[in-house]
């Protein structure tokens, strides 16, 4: 795109989305790292400016969420995307900006599904040309937001929700979907069998 063209297109974003967040919608539900999934009813927000965002920024900071605004957190197939020692930030990051009794919905690979799966089907991975299943373990990388730095099963996942205050950890199915999307929550390529843990908590409150 022609660079003049580009900041003209940023700079229209960047009004649309001003006013969107002078009427954001009560309660606040927010869809962290939608990627191009619009979530009907929910805040959409990705660091990428992309079709399905209505406002652009880190969710390792949320700088444009006032503390304890925030009625429910869906985040998948994100928290992967962060290093080992930023995980437990983001975490409490996301505990301050929820109101007390807030939700937060997580979706993340499951390295015990993946291990399971991989053993399984080990001679699929021996055949030359097949990779070791690179993209599922180390991301897309598509952009520079699209790699894996850390690594999760629902034990892991579980103890470091706690760490960061929330209560009531528990899994929760692939299907029916929550809230009819159709995200990286219900991958199962190419075995057929579901990779990902879900899992929903809350912060401790009303
Ligand atoms: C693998 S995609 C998942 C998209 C969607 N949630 C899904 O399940 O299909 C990860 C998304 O997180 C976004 N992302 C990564 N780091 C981010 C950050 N620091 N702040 C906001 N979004 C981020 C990426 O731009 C990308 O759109």
Avoid at 66 to 80: D, F, K, P, Q, T
């Amino acid at each position: 795109m022609h660079p003049l063209r580009k900041l003209f297109h940023r700079l229209a974003a960047a009004r649309r989305e001003r006013r969107y967040r002078d009427s954001l919608p009560s309660p606040l539900r927010l869809h962290l790292g939608c990627g191009h999934i619009h979530a009907e009813d929910f805040c959409n927000v990705d660091v990428l400016l992309t079709p399905a965002a209505d406002v652009v920024d880190d969710i390792a900071v949320l700088r444009k969420f006032r503390n304890g605004s925030v009625a429910e957190i869906y985040a998948c197939h994100v928290l992967e995307h962060f290093g080992h020692d930023q995980v437990p930030l983001i975490l409490r990051r996301w505990h301050e900006v929820l109101a007390p009794g807030g939700l937060l919905r997580i979706s993340v690979p499951d390295m015990d599904r993946i291990v399971r799966i991989y053993t399984e089907n080990f001679a699929h991975f021996q055949v030359p040309g097949h990779t070791p299943w690179i993209g599922l373990i180390w991301g897309g990388q598509t952009t520079p937001y699209d790699y894996h730095k850390t690594g999760f099963n629902p034990c892991w996942l579980r103890h470091l929700l706690t760490q960061a205050g929330f209560v009531d950890c528990e899994e929760y199915p692939h299907e029916p979907h929550f809230a009819g999307l159709v995200d990286g929550s219900l991958a199962h390529e190419p075995f057929g069998q579901f990779l990902s843990v879900n899992m929903l908590c809350r912060k401790l409150g009303a």
